[in-house]
Each structure stands twice: as structure tokens, then as C-alpha cells.
């Protein structure tokens, strides 16, 4: 979709976690309205409000089916 609002959240991992779990950044966008969302692999961005955290832990915690 083109010309959407919303919320990209997403983190980069220190080395040897990237190469096992993922590459580099990893990124969700959630649209605005809440209808659509997901990975996000490429964006161009025109206005944007940038927030940045460091944390020293990260806790996956993986559903058991």
C-alpha cells in the first residue's frame, strides 16, 4: 500500500544473535487504523517522529502448541 500512517517498531541484534535468529533490523509496521500490519521489508518515509531505546535483554518467549 502506498501513502499510509502508522507505527514501525523493530530492533537490531548484536552479531551473534543475527546470524541465528535474523538479519540486521527487524521490522513490524502497524497501519494507523489497526486493519493491516506485518514484517516490514522495505519503506519510504516522509515525515516521521523517531524514538530509539537501548536494552541490554531481549526474552522471546515462543508459544507451545
Request: no cysteine; charged share 20%; glycine share 8%.
Amino acid at each position: 500500500s502506498s501513502d499510509v500512517s502508522g507505527t514501525i517498531v523493530g530492533f537490531r541484534a548484536p552479531g551473534h544473535i543475527e546470524q541465528a535468529l535474523w538479519k540486521s533490523y527487524h521490522m513490524h509496521f502497524l497501519s494507523e487504523d489497526l486493519l493491516f500490519g506485518g514484517h516490514l521489508h522495505e519503506a519510504s518515509i516522509s515525515v516521521a517522529t523517531v524514538k530509539v531505546d537501548i536494552i541490554s535483554d531481549l526474552e522471546i518467549i515462543l508459544n507451545k502448541q
